[in-house]
């Protein structure tokens, strides 16, 4: 499909929230951008439908290839869940191009993941053990279920992962008898984010040691939750730093 300055947000960046988008930039008078569009046409083709290709052309378009800083034609950009996914300038062998489309298309841990019900991502986890946000999702589950020693397994091989590693400092501070890590840890559980973190940020003051490294595990764990742009993140993160060093 074409695709214009007034349609992009519709049609690529909402799009690609459901089915993974990849955009051709390109213009009449480009002759390795005539030589690629049958090339990815027929690698987005061979998807069956799991990614759909956008083209802009530049010339009409000027503001998108400002945007996205097209400095060279034929500039290729892959955009999933509203966010760029990759990118390549110039003509490409099609087995490249090829490779580059079939990363796009979600795996069956990916797809089972996305349907979030705990026999799907025991499946999920099944199908890939690696597959962190399996892990997570269900561990979450599990967290939330009070189900703690199924959690730990589940999460255990993910604890590398900070938001992983945050719920299992949660478990195990759950036999905590210090009252900041309890009072943090109700307020967390009963979704009251900022009073969790502050409740915690005192018990980081107040303890050291094992206990104390769990408790800023839990922290990064929430930030993690939250993303590193929201206004709770920066300011506790912030804290947090001070509080520590």
Known sequence: MDVTEGTFEHDVIARSHETPVVVDFWAPWCAPCRQLAPVIEAAVDATGGEVVLAKVDIDENPALAQRYRVSSIPFVMAFTGGEPAGSFVGMQPAAQVGAFVRRLVPSRA????EAGDEESLREAIEADPAYVPARLALGRLLFDDGRDEEARETLQPAA???KAGGLLARLDLRDSDVPDVQ??????DAGRVEPGLTSLLDAVRATDGD???RVRAAMVGVFG???DTHPTTIRFRKRLAQSLY
């Open 160 to 162: 590398f992962d900070p």
């Open 183 to 188: 009072a943090g840890l109700d307020h967390l």
């Open 211 to 213: 206990v104390r490294d």
């Open 225 to 227: 939750d939250l993303g």
């Open 110 to 113: 990916q797809r089972l993941t």
